[in-house]
C-alpha cells in the first residue's frame, strides 16, 4: 500500500489543521493506521492509531481530547483532526499502515511497514 499525507502548514497556537494520509494499492480497509510526529532532535512518537474496521481508536495522552483520527475506506483516506494546538505539536508528522498488528504494538512506529512521506506542522505566533 502506498500512502500519501498532506495537510501540514503554519498555524497559530490554538488554532486547528487537518491532516490526510490517502492510500492506492490494496483494500484500505485491512489495515490498522496510525500518525507519528517527530520533532526537530527528538525521538519519532505516536500521535494516534485508526483500527481497522472502525473499532475504537488509540491516542496518546498528549493530544487526548485535542485531536481525532477518523478514516473514510471509501476514500481509502484517514484523517486526523487537530485541535487547540501549541507550539509543543510542532513536527512533521508520519501517517503509517500495515494489516498485521496486535494492539498492543499499534503505538510502536517499529511495527508498521507501510510509511507515507511526511507534513510539517508549525504552531507558532
Known amino acids: 500500500v502506498q500512502l500519501q499525507a498532506s495537510g501540514g502548514g503554519l498555524v497559530q497556537p490554538g488554532g486547528s489543521l487537518r491532516l490526510s494520509c490517502a492510500a492506492s494499492?490494496?483494500?484500505?480497509?485491512?489495515?490498522?493506521v496510525g500518525w507519528f510526529r517527530q520533532a526537530p532532535g527528538k525521538e519519532r512518537e505516536f500521535v494516534a492509531a485508526?483500527?481497522?474496521?472502525?473499532?475504537?481508536?488509540i491516542y496518546a495522552d498528549s493530544v487526548k481530547g485535542r485531536f481525532t483520527i477518523s478514516r473514510d475506506n471509501a476514500k481509502n483516506t484517514v484523517y486526523l483532526q487537530m485541535n487547540s494546538l501549541t507550539p509543543e505539536d510542532t513536527a512533521v508528522y508520519y501517517c503509517a499502515a500495515d494489516s498485521n498488528l496486535i494492539m498492543s504494538s499499534m503505538t510502536t512506529w517499529s511495527r508498521y511497514n507501510y510509511w507515507g512521506q511526511g507534513t510539517q506542522v508549525t504552531v507558532s505566533s
Open positions: 494499492g490494496r483494500t484500505f480497509s485491512n489495515y490498522h
Open positions: 485508526s483500527r481497522r474496521y472502525n473499532s475504537n481508536p
